[in-house]
C-alpha cells in the first residue's frame, strides 16, 4: 500500500516556548486600572462600610498615595465586575474623587469567591460580633457547598479536622467558637445591633439566641420594663424557660427585674470622673485611700450630729 506523501512542518524550539509563554501569559493575573463604576459589592457582603475615622484616614491616603494594595474582583456575567476584597478602597477611593482603582481580575465560582472574600476580611483590626457571625456562616455554607459535609446541629469532620475548626483556622479561632458566633445569625436585628453596640455581652447573646422569634421580640420588652440587660445567668435561665415552653412576658419580666449579684456586692467609679478632685500625682490607690478616710471623717461628724 502506497504511502501518503504527509507535508508535515515540525514547529522549532522558539515557536514552542513562545506557544507555551504566551499561554501562560494569558493566565497570569494583571493588575488592571478598572472605573469604579464598574464595581459592585459581593452579594451578600456582610462586612459594614461606614465613613468612620479610619474610613477619612484611608481616603486621606488615597487622595494622596493612590490604592496600594489592588482589589480583587471577579468579572460578573451581568456587566461589570464583583468586588471580592477591596469594598472599603472602592468606598474610599469614590469619597477620594478618583475614577477608577487597581484590581485583580480572577475567574471564581461562587463557593472560592465567599471563602477568599472572608478570609480577606478578617484580617482586619476592627470586627463587629455580627460581622464575623455571618461571615462565618457564609464561609461554612461555601464549605459545604464544596463538598464536605455538613450539619448546623453537631461538629461535623473534614478528614481530622472539623468542619467548624476549617471555617475558624484562618481566623484563630477554635470551632467551639465559631459556632457560637454562627449562633448569633439568629438574634432579631434589634437584639444584635445591641450586640455590635455592647449593649449585650456575647455570652448572654449566644443563650438569647436559642429563643423563637416572638420570644425574642417579647425580650425586648422585658428589657424595657427593667431598663437593664441580661447577665449570663439570667440569659441561661430564660432559655431554660424557652426550653420547657415557660418563656412568658410576665416571666422574663420577673428575671430582669432582679437586682443582679454584682451591683449587690460593690459600688465602682471610673477614674477620670475622680481624676479632678485629686492632685495629677495621685495613684488611683491614694485616690482610694482619701476617698475612706473622708468617708470616715463624715460618718464620725454624723454620729456626732445624731448625739445631740
Do not use: W
Not at 230 to 255: F, H
Amino acid at each position: 500500500m502506497p504511502k501518503r506523501n504527509a507535508n508535515i512542518s515540525l514547529s522549532s524550539y522558539d515557536d514552542i516556548f513562545s506557544t507555551e509563554e504566551s499561554r501562560a501569559e494569558a493566565k497570569q493575573e494583571r493588575v488592571q486600572e478598572i472605573p469604579l463604576s464598574e464595581l459592585h459589592p459581593f452579594e451578600g457582603h456582610p462586612f459594614r462600610v461606614v465613613d468612620d475615622e479610619d474610613m477619612m484616614k484611608t481616603v486621606e491616603s488615597v487622595r494622596e498615595y493612590g490604592v496600594l494594595t489592588p482589589a480583587i474582583v471577579r468579572p460578573d456575567p451581568y456587566g461589570g465586575y464583583e468586588i471580592i476584597s477591596g469594598h472599603r478602597r472602592h468606598h474610599a477611593s469614590e469619597l477620594a474623587g478618583k475614577e477608577t482603582m487597581p484590581a485583580i481580575v480572577r475567574d471564581m465560582d461562587d463557593d472560592a469567591a465567599i471563602i477568599l472574600m472572608v478570609d480577606s476580611n478578617l484580617q482586619r483590626e476592627t470586627i463587629l460580633p455580627s460581622e464575623r457571625a455571618f461571615a462565618y456562616k457564609m464561609k461554612l455554607d461555601a464549605i459545604k457547598h464544596q463538598g464536605a459535609r455538613s450539619d448546623l446541629t453537631s461538629r461535623q469532620v473534614v478528614g481530622k479536622l472539623e468542619m467548624a475548626d476549617v471555617v475558624g483556622e484562618q481566623a484563630g479561632e477554635s470551632g467551639r467558637q465559631v459556632q457560637r458566633y454562627i449562633r448569633l445569625t439568629e438574634l432579631i436585628p434589634e437584639l444584635l445591633d445591641m450586640v455590635d453596640a455592647g449593649q449585650i455581652k456575647f455570652n448572654p447573646a449566644v443563650e438569647l439566641s436559642h429563643l423563637a422569634k416572638q420570644e425574642q421580640q417579647d425580650f425586648l420588652s422585658a428589657m424595657d420594663f427593667a431598663q437593664t440587660t441580661p447577665s449570663l445567668s439570667q440569659a441561661q435561665r430564660i432559655k431554660k424557660m424557652s426550653q420547657d415552653g415557660e418563656c412568658t412576658l410576665d416571666a422574663m419580666c420577673e428575671v430582669m427585674n432582679e437586682v443582679k449579684k454584682d451591683t449587690l456586692d460593690k459600688v465602682s467609679f471610673k477614674t477620670d470622673s475622680l481624676r479632678k478632685y485629686f492632685p495629677k500625682s495621685y495613684t488611683p490607690k491614694q485616690m482610694e485611700d482619701t476617698i475612706i478616710r473622708l468617708l470616715e471623717q463624715y460618718q464620725k461628724k454624723r454620729e456626732k450630729t445624731m448625739e445631740r
